[in-house]
């Protein structure tokens, strides 16, 4: 990418101004975005409640990993939503791609840019005043050293849901068929992942922990946001593997979408 | 400008390989004007996605201004420009304006250069007056200029054109070929024309390729299209008063009236030899005569028949 980034800059302005023409529909999408939080907490609050705890934690703290999950969402899809599979299904048979590949852009960012959704600061802000709300119900002291944790959370779980996107975007140059198995896959699986570890056996724990890395992202962290101690095996210190094991997602899904393009170049479609 | 040698292309389907190009080779000299006909499916879009760098081809070289087209592609973006006639590369929810200060960006123009030249298109092409419309409320017409104008605005020294007329009027159409025309002669861009209308080749085009189930089956001017498929011409005479008529040498192929249609063979008879004949046996109120039509010619050679 020896382009300046200005250039991307120029494409995301573009875009937003895009939408802000109809400040209307703008806002009614992001309250959309944001209301979709509220509902879902508000579904944990009243499911946890039911049990009082779950795996020994209180529904304000179960309900700040669903903050933090949520905030990172927003953050992920603020400029990755185009990248579901369906979106980039409807990109390549309208053609929109080939025109794409004839500017002097990286296509991925072009994509990114020129897709920016600003509704999803909807989503983003809903699910960062669930995480306040939560602490403060929670009885979190914020410290540096805390908001500095959530933050991190926030940002790896954005990282690991864009680079599910990423791949499954780069899956659709080869299938072309958008398919909804991907987003049962990114969001339910960040869902059951926005639960307390603890409640998993192992061989979850180990997928959420270690391959889809949802629970090192989110989990871990919380768990110096709020003071706890995590289960055998799940220290806090982890938190510091959150960043590293994001970003080696993301190469991942990085590397997938590159295979993409080189399929989609070799065989059109 | 472009070379293209030994050129294939063949996708993978679940029926097997399909050949799209079947190894086509030609040159195009920079400053050129070529008309790429040929019926759907026949490959023409395919050797333009490969000669942009959309496509990497199966086997074969192509080359245009010197670069590897799927290898270099970005800085071969940088000199080439591209107008898909169905598509739109402006921002359409945008005022038109804004557009093409995206492409300046984009193009790494110069904002006093883009300006001169925008100014220059603007007059050109009448677009003063739909700068501030966004893009999305513009008539197919306007929007067509302004598509011509946005891909021009780099000053590409190579322009791929895919069906530009494509569903405009006649005086739209006109407008898009007069820009075309002057941008080919003033600036010396080289233009490669896509198009089922083959009025577009004709008014525009020094050279005319033809390509058929991935194969080149023509490649030289129109005119020489014209001599070499085009055998019979018709003339057509009004006589003084309506009688019965024979031409010798020439066939009758229509009567309304006292006009009468005549179909002869260019190799056979002259026209003038006919026309001397025709005078000589009958009064005249008037005569003109018919080229072959180059639709015509083209649909036959499609279907094989020549």
Redesign the interface.
């Known amino acids: 990418m020896a ?1 300046p980034a ?2 991307y800059l ?2 995301a302005a ?1 875009a937003v ?3 802000a ?1 109809r400040p209307a529909y703008l806002a009614m999408r992001t309250l959309a975005a944001a209301l979709i939080v509220v509902f879902e907490v508000a579904g944990v609050v009243l499911l946890v409640d039911r049990f009082g705890t779950i795996g020994g934690w209180r529904p304000a703290e179960v309900v700040l990993l669903f903050g933090l999950a949520f905030a990172g969402q927003g953050l992920a899809l603020l400029f990755g939503d185009t990248l579901e599979a369906d979106k980039v299904s409807q990109l390549v048979r ?3 791609f ?2 794409v ?6 296509p991925l960012g072009w994509v990114l840019a020129s897709y920016v959704d600003t509704r999803f600061l909807g989503r983003l802000l809903a699910g960062a005043g669930t995480v306040v709300w939560a602490a403060n119900r929670a009885g979190v002291a914020w410290t540096p050293g805390r908001a500095g944790l959530a933050a991190l959370a926030v940002v790896c779980a954005a990282t690991i849901v864009f680079a599910v996107l990423l791949a499954a975007a780069g899956f659709t140059f080869v299938t072309v068929q958008g398919s909804e198995a991907v987003n049962v896959l990114v969001y339910g699986g960040q869902y059951l992942a926005s639960y307390p570890m603890q409640i998993y056996g192992p061989p979850l724990r180990f997928l959420f922990v270690w391959v889809v890395p949802f629970g090192l992202a989110i989990y871990v962290p919380a768990l110096g946001v709020l003071g706890r101690q995590g289960p055998p095996g799940l220290p806090a210190w982890l938190a510091w593997l959150a960043a590293p094991a994001a970003g080696a997602f993301l190469a991942a899904g990085g590397l997938a979408w590159r295979a993409g393009i080189r399929h989609y ?4 479609s | 400008m472009i070379e293209v040698e030994g050129l294939r292309k063949v ?2 389907t679940r029926r097997g390989p399909v050949e799209a190009v079947a190894g086509i080779d030609f040159r195009v000299a920079a400053g050129e004007f070529v008309g790429y006909a040929g019926p759907n499916g026949a490959g023409k879009s ?1 050797t333009v ?1 490969m000669m ?5 081809p199966s086997a074969g070289r192509v080359e245009v201004c010197g670069l590897v087209p ?1 290898r270099e ?3 071969l ?2 000199r ?1 420009g ?1 107008v ?1 006639g169905q ?1 739109t ?1 402006l ?4 005022p038109l304006q ?1 557009s093409f200060e ?1 492409v300046g ?4 123009i110069p904002a006093a250069d883009r300006l001169r030249r925008l100014r220059r298109l603007e007059d050109v092409l009448a677009l003063g007056p739909l700068l501030p419309v ?1 893009v999305r409320s513009l008539s197919l017409g306007q929007r067509m200029r302004a598509e011509l104008a946005a891909a021009v605005l780099p000053a590409p020294q190579v322009l791929f054109l895919d069906e530009p007329t494509i569903g405009l009027d006649v005086e739209a159409k006109a407008a898009v070929r007069d820009f075309l025309g002057e941008l080919n002669r003033t600036e010396g861009t080289t233009v490669i024309l896509t198009t089922h209308d083959l009025d577009d080749i004709t008014r525009l085009c020094s050279r005319l390729m033809i390509i058929d189930h991935g194969r080149l089956i023509y490649d030289g001017t129109v005119e020489a299209l014209r001599t070499a498929y085009g055998t019979t011409r018709v003339l057509v005479v009004d006589l003084a008063e309506d009688e019965p008529l024979e031409l010798a040498g020439a066939v009758p192929v229509r009567a309304e009236g006292r006009r009468r249609w005549f179909q002869f063979a260019r190799d056979e008879v002259s026209a003038a030899e006919l026309i001397a004949r025709l005078l000589a046996s009958n009064e005249v109120a008037d005569l003109t005569l018919e080229e072959p039509d180059i639709e015509d010619i083209v649909r036959r050679i499609y279907r094989g028949e020549t």
């Not at chain 2, 942009?52 to 990497?56: P, T």
């Not at chain 2, 921002?91 to 945008?94: M, R, V």
């Not at chain 2, 960006?105 to 790494?108: A, K, P």
């Open positions: 382009e200005r250039v120029h494409l573009a101004r895009a939408t023409r309208r053609g929109t080939d025109q590949l004839t500017r002097p852009v990286s170049v070799g065989t059109g | 996708f993978r395919t996605k942009s760098g959309i496509l990497l799927y592609r970005k800085r973006a940088r080439m591209v898909f598509r590369q921002w359409w929810d945008l804004e995206l960006h984009l193009y790494r966004p």
